[in-house]
């Protein structure tokens, strides 16, 4: 009979799982802050051993040159650090309106797969084919050279009652300039939105109880309308319309839409509303029949049945694929150096990169904010998604 | 164990991680057999690709005068098209050797880049090109004017002031390429197309309607163009020096590609120093003493590089103007080769 040799019924401290985890993982994190050191630290002694400049400091430095368009007040003497601003508000102008209309383009386009009219659902599977596969930067180079470039010049402009003018230089569209009164008629409007509001909780409650349906949507119109309408005209009418002007080469005065931004938004909002288009008919497919079948059998019209079943139960599928396209739009926004569209990655890492040669810097820059853009349109879409997602029944 | 291993590598790795020395760029270039230079993506009379695929033009020929000097051969060479935003990325990180891309020598590129520039090849300032239909005929009418520019060049800073200087507004569209500024200013996007001088010539040429185009004759700043390379490597940087300025001297000399042979055995002082059968002027740069030598014949003196490539040989007909010799009055002025 063989002895068991007698051992305790602790194992040694490094067998033991937990803390052998404990030390792969303390070992792991001191291994790669010492490799993100020696990258740092190799980067800067490289630079500095070639008389490459390093560090901020530039971006107090006088810009010297123009952009073409700015929503914050810019021109040559202003410094690098405002360049950076200038690219991050064009960015996020030209982010945001595309965001908007693509997912409205996007929406239709992924009901429309559900129509009862053929040469609809065909129209809508045309285009999602077509757009989805064309490269996005042939589609803005289409955009751009093609279409508005054919537009005329400054002195042939279209017109639309000599008020809008549409030319090769961009769309310059009447400004509103407020006078000192028009406060009021800002906290009118203010109040009429308040006031739908309200109107909405109410109908909303009044149905809970006693089943009556409100006509909410035209009340809502006609408080929007007339409740600033009624402030304009008690203020006599505190705003001034400046027309543009053809003056020497161009127009001047007004707003003036840049032809980039315009071939920029339109392709990116015709790119991203195909793929949204797809995600909507995934939605859209993934909620089961019966719903349907149940919706019409309480006599439910088609348009009701898809806004009130359909559509919020599809919308569970449909944010996170929502979450994603926003963000390759934000990411696909970039392609703007192509055409000369000033967003942040052609002024920034464009221009200011080459007349101050700090590549490592800028790009890293540039980097952090694309990071934290679209950090942000995850969290809200995760917010929005966890709202949105229902108890599986 | 597993852990021993995963330390193991970790070791091994970081030790990879060291920063190696540099190793000279001539001996980089001996060793590789070609000189890596780097080009614009298509500019006539400066660097373009034909049909055939045959680089030709101003710069293109400093880099085979460097290939000539150090490898024999003119032929040496692997051409790459940078965009004006790459350019000095490229050259800083060791992609290439020598940077000829019609390139602005200024204090702030020569100091924060960690870049030499190594002479100038040819004299430069930035103009305006408009369309003759607009009738203007002076640059300080442009008051008000849309401009194509290429991004990321020493145009737009030089723009920015003179409008600046002249109380003048201006609104500034810009491109990648100078190709795209070029389809931009056709399809009236803007007024005026405004870059260096000779390249406003080259596109001129692209342009459907070529007569329609007028260059105005302000030139508003001073572009001198030529070689660059890294900084820290004083051998390499001698050497494209001194090729720039063997071209020139050979014009001065009376060297051609035709004559440079016969010269080297029968010429007068000056010129056999030049072409090496007295003096080692070669050794001293590291170099063997036929090295002006190849590359006056293979490439030809500066005369006949630049008529051939710019001037009345080629399609822009561009003067010699200031890309004279100082005895001819312009400013081309080498240093004596003794």
């Known amino acids: ?119 609809i659902r065909t129209l809508a599977r045309i285009y999602v084919e077509t757009f989805r596969n064309i490269p996005l930067l042939l589609q803005i180079f289409f955009w751009y050279f093609a279409v508005l470039s054919s537009l005329p010049g400054a002195r042939q402009s279209l017109s639309i009652g000599e008020v809008i003018f549409l030319n090769v230089r961009g769309l310059y569209l009447p400004d509103l300039i407020a006078e000192a009164a028009a406060g009021y008629v800002y906290a009118a409007m203010a109040f009429a939105i308040v006031g739908v509001w309200l109107v909405k909780r109410w109908a909303k409650k009044r149905q809970d109880l006693t089943g009556q349906q409100f006509p909410v949507f035209p009340v809502s119109l006609a408080m929007l309308i007339v409740i600033p309408v009624l402030a304009l005209v008690l203020t006599d009418m505190p705003f001034q319309w400046e027309f543009p002007v053809l003056r020497g080469f161009n127009y001047s005065g007004g707003i003036t839409v840049i032809p980039e931004l315009i071939a920029l938004a339109i392709s990116l909002t015709i790119y991203t509303g195909a793929f949204i288009g797809e995600a909507v008919r995934a939605g859209v497919q993934s909620v089961p029949h019966g719903q349907t079948e149940a919706a019409r059998s309480i006599g439910l019209k088609e348009r009701q049945i898809m806004k009130l079943i359909i559509v919020p139960q599809a919308m569970r599928v449909i944010t996170p694929i929502l979450n994603s396209e926003y963000q390759s739009l934000v990411k696909n926004s970039t392609l703007a150096t192509a055409i000369g569209y000033p967003d942040l990655f052609t002024v920034f890492v464009g221009t200011t990169l080459n007349q101050t040669g700090q590549a490592i810097e800028i790009v890293f820059m540039t980097m952090a904010v694309y990071l934290l853009f679209n950090m942000i349109i995850s969290v809200v879409m995760n917010l929005f998604n966890r709202k949105v997602a229902l108890v599986s029944r | 164990m597993k852990l021993k291993k995963l330390l193991a590598t970790l070791l091994f790795s970081s030790v990879g991680l060291v920063s190696y020395a540099q190793a000279g760029t001539l001996d980089d270039v001996k060793s590789k057999g070609y000189v890596s230079c ?241 003096g080692d002027l070669g050794k001293k740069l590291g170099l063997d003493n036929d090295w002006a030598f190849n590359v006056i014949s293979q490439v030809g003196n500066y005369a006949e590089s630049f008529e051939r490539n710019v001037g009345m040989d080629s399609p822009l007909k561009i003067a010699r103007g200031l890309n004279a010799q100082w005895t001819d009055g312009g400013i081309l002025y080498s240093p004596a080769m003794r």
């Open chain 1, 1 to 119: 009979m063989s002895v068991l040799p007698t051992s305790s019924s602790q194992t040694a401290f490094y067998n033991n799982p937990q803390i052998r985890s404990v030390i792969y993982q303390v070992i792991l994190t001191l291994a790669l802050g010492y490799f993100f050191y020696l990258i740092v630290s190799n980067t800067l002694a490289n630079m500095q051993s070639r008389g490459i400049q390093s560090g901020f400091a530039f971006l107090d430095s006088t810009a010297g040159f123009d952009i073409l368009m700015s929503l914050i007040p810019y021109d040559a003497t202003y410094t690098y650090g405002r360049t950076f601003l200038v690219g991050i508000l064009n960015t996020i102008l030209v982010s945001t309106i595309s965001i908007v209309l693509a997912t409205i383009v996007g929406f239709i386009i992924g009901v429309s797969f559900f129509s009862q009219n053929w040469l």
């Open chain 2, 38 to 278: 780097g080009v614009s993506t298509g500019l006539a009379g400066f660097s373009q690709k034909d049909e055939k695929g045959q680089w030709s033009g101003l710069d293109v020929d400093v880099c085979r005068g460097v290939a000539a000097a150090v490898l024999g051969d003119a032929a040496k060479v692997k051409y790459k098209p940078l965009t004006a935003k790459e350019r000095f990325t490229a050259l800083q990180s060791g992609e290439i050797d020598v940077l000829s891309r019609n390139t602005t020598w200024t204090h702030t590129r020569d100091t924060s880049l960690g870049l030499n520039f190594a002479g100038t090849i040819y004299y430069d300032g930035t103009g305006f090109m408009v369309r003759k239909e607009l009738g203007v005929k002076s640059a300080l009418e442009l008051d008000g004017a849309a401009a194509c520019i290429q991004a990321g060049t020493s145009t737009e800073l030089a723009i920015a002031d003179y409008f600046r200087e002249n109380n003048m507004k201006f609104s500034v569209v810009t491109f990648d390429t100078s190709d795209q500024t070029r389809t931009g200013f056709e399809s009236g996007r803007c007024d005026f197309l405004t870059s260096d001088q000779s390249q406003l010539y080259a596109l001129r040429i692209g342009l459907k309607n070529p007569a329609g185009a007028i260059v105005l004759p302000e030139v508003i700043s001073k572009e001198p163009l030529g070689p660059v390379v890294r900084q820290g490597d004083d051998e390499w940087f001698n050497i494209v020096k001194w090729v720039v300025n063997a071209s020139i001297e050979g014009e001065y000399q009376g060297v051609t590609s035709a004559n440079a042979a016969d010269l080297r055995a029968n010429g007068n002082p000056g010129q056999k120093r030049l072409l090496g059968t007295e």
